[in-house]
Each structure stands twice: as C-alpha cells, then as structure tokens.
C-alpha cells in the first residue's frame, strides 16, 4: 500500500511539472504583443530606451525638392530632422531635452489616440507609391535600432493606421516648441 501512495505522488507530481511546463511557455509567447499584431501598451516604454517616431513624407517629386519632416521622442529627448531628397540628408535638425515624466505623459496622450492601432499585416506594411500627390504618414516605435511597430496612412486614404491622426500628429508637433519656425519654408 505504501508503495502505491508512493507511485501516485510520483505520477501527481509528475502531472504538475508537464502543467507548469506548459503554463510557462504559454506566458513567453505573451510577451512579445508587438510582433505577434496585438497593441503594444506604450506606457510601459516610459522608463526604457523605446523611442517614438512619426514621419510624415512629402509628395513624390524631384530628389532635390523632396522633403520629410520626422519628429522622435523618447526618455531622454525629443528630435526634429527635415530630410531633403530621397537619400536621408538631413538638411535640419533641433534637439530638445525630455525626461521621464514628460515622456509617461506624451505616451498616455499617444496610447488615448490610438498611435499603436493598425492593421498588423506584414503584406500591408510598405507604403512606398502610395497617394503620390499627397502625403505619407508613418507611425513607428524602435528599441534602438530595432523596428518594433510600423503603421501607415496618407492624406489621399487608405494605409494600415487605425487611430486619431489628427491628435497624434498634434501630440508630435507639440513636444517640438519651435515647430512652426523649422517648418515654415518646408514644403513638402
């Protein structure tokens, strides 16, 4: 009798360690939200090197008339840079000091509008030639130099975003205080 007690401990605890087996690896798969199409939670980025990047490129034109405007915040700073022809020059640039607190704020602000809403289809991620008489807007998170989200609209419709364009594109301009005055002689 004692040894069957024994046999069904054994095969109890056996039983556990395969459910916690799998209970473990299903939670690994949870964590990477980003990759497999669901939102991101991008308060979470506020204390981490993840940055934010909105692009808005111009119509398609002339390599010397083209410009974009980019706008990236992250923990520490927010950048400017207008980008001149098709080859990334970056023709003006205006850093600016940010802090944690700034940023947990602008990412409540991006996370109400919908920054990180999109259609996750890698089949519909590239946008290049799309409205070529309008504009392209891009919405992007990176970890460095790694691409975690990417979503996409345009002036002429269509695109993989999903959230308040005109919010976010507000929230962007605004971390830059003298956006007006970079952006004057841009067209694009």
Same mark, same amino acid.
């Given at each position: ?15 556990? /360690? #395969?459910?916690?087996? *799998? ?9 990477? =939200? ?25 119509? *398609?034109? /002339? ?14 700073? /927010? ?8 080859? &990334?020059?970056?023709? @003006? #640039? ?18 109400? /509008?919908? #920054?990180? !809403?999109?259609?996750?289809? %890698?089949? @519909? ?6 409205? %070529?008489?309008? !504009? !392209? ?6 970890? &460095? ?7 996409? =609209? ?7 975003? @999903? &959230? ?12 830059? %205080?003298?956006?007006?005055?970079? =952006? !004057?002689?841009?067209?694009?």
């Amino acid at each position: 009798m004692r040894y069957f007690f024994g046999f069904l401990i054994t095969i109890g605890l056996i039983i556990l /360690a #395969f459910v916690l087996i *799998i209970n473990l690896t299903g939670r690994g798969s949870d964590t990477s =939200t980003v990759q497999s199409g669901q939102q991101s939670v991008l308060t979470s980025y506020a204390n981490t090197t993840k940055t934010t990047r909105l692009t808005v490129d111009g119509i *398609i034109n /002339a390599d010397e008339l083209h410009r974009q405007v980019q706008i990236s915040v992250g923990q520490n700073q /927010a950048v400017m840079n207008v980008i001149g022809g098709y080859n &990334g020059n970056v023709i @003006k #640039f205006q850093s600016y000091e940010n802090n944690q607190n700034s940023y947990s704020e602008f990412l409540y602000g991006l996370q109400a /509008a919908g #920054f990180n !809403r999109g259609d996750p289809d %890698p089949k @519909k991620s590239n946008e290049s030639g799309a409205c %070529p008489t309008g !504009r !392209r807007i891009s919405f992007d998170v990176y970890d &460095g130099n790694q691409r975690l989200q990417h979503y996409w =609209t345009t002036t002429c419709g269509g695109g993989t975003f @999903k &959230g308040n364009l005109d919010a976010v594109l507000a929230l962007f301009q605004r971390q830059i %205080p003298d956006y007006d005055t970079l =952006t !004057r002689d841009v067209v694009y």
